[in-house]
């Protein structure tokens, strides 16, 4: 079972939905318990009818889950994961998608703010505890993609300190149709992920796409 904390929002939404596809159990996580009922049914009905997929809020779907992904704006991420800490399990693998990036006047993304831990995923593991594996994973995926019918050509580059975690994050890449989980080893390597995908909203927006995406060549995987 996997609980996506920011699961209402649309990179959320669009990873609930491709694991609901593969079977996976998903419980969409939001400050607003009645919120995230009214959007795991959407999403349930996105995803089909064999979908498993319910809302809670925030500190019950932490409890409920081994496996918890975040998918919040940066500004949040450190002070729901205060928040958060107490709920998690011990073991519990975290995967963060968070990008620090800072936002203009009309709402798009300008540039990568400058983390004191080194990166937002660097930042989530220090918040909770080494109790909770972190890895950092899914930052390249579009929302828009995710949320559609096609497969998604992209490969997801996973960054951890924790073999297990590493595993469970890749495992997860992989149940989406079309993406690749390539190892991108230590949790620091997660900060130049994370300034690669704000390159990689840059080119969506210049070149006014929305399913850019990366493919590593040459690996032989």
């Given at each position: 079972m996997i609980a996506i904390v920011g699961g209402t929002g649309p990179e959320g939404s669009g990873l609930a939905i491709r694991w609901a596809r593969a079977g996976e159990?998903?419980?969409?996580?939001?400050?607003?318990?009645?919120?995230?009922?009214?959007?795991?049914?959407?999403?349930?009905?996105?995803?089909?009818?064999?979908?498993?997929v319910e809302g809670a809020g925030n500190v019950t779907a932490v409890k409920m889950c081994d496996v918890v992904v975040v998918t919040v704006p940066f500004a949040g991420q450190a002070d729901l994961l205060k928040e958060l800490k107490p709920s998690f399990r011990t073991g519990t693998v975290l995967i963060d998608a968070t990008v620090p990036l800072a936002t203009a006047v009309g709402g798009r993304p300008t540039r990568v703010l400058g983390v004191w831990q080194g990166s937002a995923a660097e930042q989530a593991q220090e918040v909770v505890g080494k109790n909770v594996a972190v890895a950092a994973a899914f930052h390249s995926l579009s929302?828009?993609?995710?949320?559609?019918?096609?497969?998604?050509?992209?490969?997801?580059?996973?960054?951890?300190?924790?073999?297990?975690?590493?595993?469970?994050a890749s495992e997860l890449a992989a149940k989406i149709p079309g993406v690749r989980a390539i190892d991108g080893g230590k949790l620091e390597n997660a900060r130049i992920v994370e300034a690669m995908t704000a390159l990689l909203i840059t080119l969506n927006i210049r070149h006014k796409v929305h399913g850019a995406g990366w493919r590593v060549t040459g690996l032989g995987i």
């Open positions: 159990s998903v419980i969409i996580g939001s400050r607003d318990a009645e919120r995230a009922r009214a959007a795991a049914a959407q999403i349930a009905e996105k995803a089909g009818a064999l979908a498993s929302s828009t993609v995710l949320a559609g019918e096609d497969d998604v050509d992209c490969d997801v580059i996973v960054c951890s300190d924790d073999d297990r975690a590493r595993q469970v």
